[in-house]
């Protein structure tokens, strides 16, 4: 039934709900009006079909609805934060300043996370007793922790970049906001002691399932119409004895509800357009 | 209009007499020989399954020809008599959890749907489970629960699912049977017997019931060229049907 306006604003949890549909209700929908003696998918397990379409909303958010999350976290002392729970990849690291703006931090080619094994005096590996190696904390985790924190709001450490001599800027490193490195396996971001105590976003992309319930799953109303083909050409394309010329038809259906998708989830506006266009007429000096 | 109410009630009622008044007939033409009440009633329970079993068979070769659109839609669907004539033995029920599975009805002939808390619930084949349950975006949850069917139980997944399931299945049918009384050594039939029961199908499986019946009893009686005439009145029935 639908809301009231005063039981829609008064509930925070209904705010922007129209722009979703939940995935289980595609899963039904799907269920009910593409699979039956009379259509072309016939037969199929429900399991299927939620394996297709939890597959689809992976896809989804990889490739066309960018759904980008931020959070934000105070950096302690020993330069290392945990990934997000939710975290596919990076999209991009910053710092916050004083005035909530963001500087874009960049990878760190010139350092990297390593293992350090512990040694005796002669250099050889300490073994425990199950026989692994024995770890410690390493020398590069040990300078950084101990480098002092700078003041990035007045200082800026570009002197350190020109370091390279006569010839000017090491562009590919040229940055004063600081550096990271990403642990994939281990799952943590170390960061450059550049932003010490201080709050820093990370920006990345998530593959929509891990955040929500399963129940709460939801995808944009402008990708439903995708989520539908996609999940029939997967099923039918791996189906025995489907006829390829269905098969080929399904595909075509399937490519381009993708294309109408992506043309329509592309936040492009005239008035951005326009905005952009006021420049033509700078002189570039 | 009474009248004309209670003919057509009595009809219904007296399917099985009319059925054996018929065998009968068709046995004692020449003199063949006859059925005992016992015989009867075993044939007609066989005759009644064998039919009803063919109605499942029947049902996706219709939807087949309606799929090929060789099956009228506008006058007399056969598909949509034959749902019609199914789903007059659907049934449903609540069933409650027992230990750790739940116990099927006992007149249960086949599942439709398992509903737990307004969600329905996905058979499982067993050769899947392991595979489904480790499964980290598919495997069965309370969202979209499955069962599994083992020792004639029902196993929810995932087994901390602990409510009743509403249940609706196909039923099994009741044995049918001629009752009778006996009056100068004749069994007169009675319906009013508290065994008795007619068939369950329609008027329009008796003439299937007759055949099916006629089979077993030329066997009985001997007599190849009942058995012979029996099938052959079904091959040109089923012939008809599939031109």
Known sequence: MALTDQQYYNDSANWGESQFVLLKDIINNFMAFYVGDDKLINDVQRYDVVFHAKRGLQELHYDALKDVRA???????????????????????????????????????????????????????????????????SVIDTKLALAQSVDNDTFTNLDYEFFGGRFGQDTKSANVNGKYNIDKNLGYIRFSSDVKGKAVVIEYL??????????????????????????????????????EYI??????????????????????????????????????? | MAPLFFVFLWKDLVMIDNVRSTVLSVLNKENRGTLTVSQFNAYAKYAQQSLFDQYFSEYSRLSTLKNAR??????????????????????????????????KPSDLYAPISLVYGGKMVEYIPKHKQTFLESSNIS?????????????????????????DLSLSYIRTLADPKWTYTVVAENPIFNPSAGDYQ??????????????????????????AEVTQAAAQIDAIDAQKENV
Request: glycine share 6%.
């Open chain 1, 206 to 243: 998530t593959d929509g399932l891990e955040y929500m319930n399963e129940d709460e799953l939801k995808i944009n109303k402008l990708a439903e119409d995708f989520l539908y083909k996609y999940i029939a050409y997967q099923i039918i394309q791996y189906k025995f004895g489907v006829q």
């Open chain 1, 71 to 137: 959070l934000e976290l105070e950096l302690p002392d020993d330069l290392r934060l945990e990934l997000p729970k939710d975290f596919v990849k990076l999209i991009r690291l910053s710092w916050v300043d004083d005035l909530g703006r963001l500087h874009q931090m960049m990878s760190d080619n010139q350092t990297t996370i390593a293992k350090a094994y512990l040694q005796d005096n002669d250099y050889n590996i300490i073994f425990d007793s199950q026989g692994a190696a024995t770890e410690g904390t």
């Open chain 2, 198 to 223: 007619d068939f369950e199908l329609g008027p329009d499986d008796e003439t299937g019931l007759i055949i099916e019946i006629l089979k077993l009893s030329g066997v009985t009686i001997r007599e």
């Open chain 2, 70 to 103: 060789r099956l009228s839609r506008d006058q007399g669907d056969k598909l949509t008599i034959l749902r019609s004539n199914i789903d007059k033995f659907m049934k449903s029920a609540t069933v409650s959890k027992t230990s750790t599975y739940y116990i």
């Open chain 2, 139 to 163: 495997g069965p949850s309370t969202l979209y629960p499955g069962y599994c069917d083992e020792n004639d139980y029902w196993y929810l997944k995932p087994a901390s699912l602990a409510d």
């Open chain 1, 247 to 285: 098969v080929r038809r399904v595909k075509g259906e399937h490519f381009a509800a993708l294309k109408n998708m992506k043309i329509r989830m592309m936040d492009i506006h005239p008035f951005d357009l326009v905005q952009a266009l006021k420049g033509r007429n700078k002189w570039i000096k």
